[in-house]
Nanobody, 124 residues
Framework: QVQLVESGGGLVQAGDSLRLSCATS????????MGWFRQAPGKEREFIAA????????IYSDSVKGRFTISKDNIDNTIYLQMNSLKPEDTAVYYC?????????????????WGQGTQVTVSS
C-alpha cells in the first residue's frame, strides 16, 4: 500500500512563490511516474506536471510551464512542486499522485494513488 501526504500549501499574494512537498511511503518502488494535479471549486481535476521516477524526464501543462518545476528526491521518496510567479487562477487544492503504468499521462484516472491535497490560495 502506498501513502502520499502533501504539505506546503497556504495563502500568498500574486507574484509570490510556494514549494509543495509530497512525502511518499509504502511500495513506491514499483511506481513509474509521479505527478501533480489541482482542482479548483466547480472544476475538474487538472494535470499540472509529471516526472518519471528513474529518468527524471518531466512534462508540464501549458498553464504552468515556465513557472512551476516538479522534482523528486529518490532518497527520501519526496516529490516537490516549486511554484513561482503565482497567479490568482492558480488557486486550487493541489494533489500529488503516483502511477505504476509506463509512459506519461495527463489523465487523472491513469494514476493509482493520491494524497489528500493541500490548499493553495493566491490573492490579487
Amino acid at each position: 500500500q502506498v501513502q502520499l501526504v502533501e504539505s506546503g500549501g497556504g495563502l500568498v499574494q500574486a507574484g509570490d512563490s510556494l514549494r509543495l512537498s509530497c512525502a511518499t511511503s509504502g511500495r513506491t518502488s514499483s511506481s513509474q511516474k509521479m505527478g501533480w494535479f489541482r482542482q479548483a471549486p466547480g472544476k475538474e481535476r487538472e494535470f499540472i506536471a509529471a516526472i518519471r521516477r528513474t529518468s527524471g524526464t518531466r512534462i508540464y501543462s501549458d498553464s504552468v510551464k515556465g513557472r512551476f518545476t516538479i522534482s523528486k528526491d529518490n532518497i527520501d521518496n519526496t516529490i516537490y512542486l516549486q511554484m513561482n510567479s503565482l497567479k490568482p487562477e492558480d488557486t486550487a487544492v493541489y494533489y500529488c499522485a503516483i502511477s505504476q503504468s509506463a509512459g506519461f499521462s495527463r489523465i487523472a484516472s491513469d494514476y493509482d494513488a493520491w494524497g489528500q491535497g493541500t490548499q493553495v490560495t493566491v490573492s490579487s
